[in-house]
């Protein structure tokens, strides 16, 4: 009994822990790189949403120029997820058939 005990506990102890690693995949390196870049855009565009909306501060400007241009950033943003979502996908297809090939 003893015996069955110990062999659990050494099974559970070193066996367990190196399967739910391998059950969930760790990005790949590109991957990885991809999402760091666009994690930069978004804060550069971040930064330049916050300097557009401070450019009219302190100025007489007509509410419709300052509708429009946040209205541009909206549509800039827009773009900018689609084509990271986009970005993303072809990535993640890439690696899909190039694993499909190596089988």
């Known amino acids: 009994m ?3 005990v110990l062999v ?3 099974v559970s102890i070193f066996v367990l ?3 739910t690693l391998k059950g969930f995949p760790r990005q790949s390196n590109e991957e990885q ?3 760091t870049q666009q994690k930069q855009e978004r804060a550069a565009f971040k930064l330049k949403e916050r300097n557009a909306n401070n450019s009219f501060r302190g100025q007489q ?3 419709a120029v300052r509708i429009q241009q946040k209205r541009q950033l909206q549509r800039e943003k827009r773009a900018m997820r689609e084509r990271q979502k986009n970005q993303i996908q072809d990535l993640r297809d890439r690696q899909r058939m190039m694993k499909d090939s190596r089988r």
């Open 17 to 19: 822990p190196s399967v």
């Open 33 to 35: 790189m991809l999402r």
């Open 61 to 63: 400007v007509p509410s």
């Open 8 to 10: 659990l506990a050494a």
């Open 2 to 4: 003893r015996k069955l």
